[in-house]
């Protein structure tokens, strides 16, 4: 079945560096949504998208859509206490399902 | 919009015993899916509904999993009997979809402890 991958498992990164997570899955996508949880939280809804090669930004963050479409990535500029959280990015699979990836946790030290 | 609600939010149980938990999706959302999340095994899809109707269950455990959504606005994950190994996060997200996937909104979830 299809699969999601994401690397790295766990980052921890001083307050203000950069942070990427990478999303592969084993299936092209149609599109790829990403999402954040909080600790405690449950899983809130960031970005879809759609396009080859698409890029979208929201604010600090870049969501990139690989030109295959079989990979994602998200970057953090100058990250801050309040993005700590797993990020996950999910794929369709069949029907209505989403296939979520495997989660990158992030740590910030203040 | 209130949002996904569940409840209970905490529910400790004895092996043995059964657990409902109880889901209300966001008014207008034509589907329904029930997730279980541990360190383990991360998110894990039990089931979904598409318009009341189960769509697919193939992510539901075993026979002592089993879950209904008799109206649009209600829907229940049974299981009976529990036992310590279902000690998760369970939550309930709600989405609108009309041939295709959009964004998913979850609920808080029920955190389930079976000792």
């Known amino acids: 079945g299809q699969q999601v991958m994401q690397i790295p498992q766990y980052q921890h990164v001083q307050e203000g560096e950069d942070f990427t997570t990478y999303c592969n899955s084993s299936?092209?996508?149609?599109?790829i949504q990403w999402y954040k949880q909080r600790p405690g939280g449950h899983p809130v809804f960031l970005i879809q998208?759609?396009?080859?090669?698409e890029v979208k930004k929201q604010k600090r963050l870049t969501f990139q859509f690989g030109e295959a479409k079989k990979n994602s990535s998200l970057h953090i500029t100058a990250t801050q206490t309040t993005d700590v959280g797993t990020y996950f990015c999910?794929?369709?699979?069949?029907?209505?399902?989403?296939?979520f990836g495997t989660g990158t946790r992030l740590a910030v030290r203040p | 919009d209130a949002g996904v609600i569940q409840s209970p939010r905490h529910e400790v149980t004895e092996m043995g015993q059964e657990v409902t938990l109880r889901c209300k999706p966001i008014?207008?959302?034509?589907?329904l899916f029930w997730y279980r999340q541990t360190m383990m095994r991360g998110l894990e899809l039990l089931i979904y509904?598409?318009?009341?109707?189960?769509?697919?269950d193939s992510g539901m455990p075993e026979d002592r999993f089993s879950a209904k959504m008799p109206n649009a606005s209600f829907s229940t994950l049974k299981i009976q009997p529990s036992e310590p190994r279902d000690s998760a996060v369970y939550f309930c997200?709600?989405?609108?979809?009309?041939?295709?996937?959009?964004?998913?909104?979850f609920g808080p979830g029920t955190r389930l402890t079976v000792t």
């Open positions: 997200a709600s989405s609108r979809t009309v041939g295709g996937t959009y964004e998913q909104y």
């Open positions: 299936t092209t996508l149609s599109n």
């Open positions: 998208l759609v396009k080859s090669g």
């Open positions: 999910a794929g369709p699979s069949s029907g209505d399902k989403l296939t």
């Open positions: 008014s207008g959302h034509n589907s």
């Open positions: 509904f598409n318009n009341n109707v189960p769509i697919d």
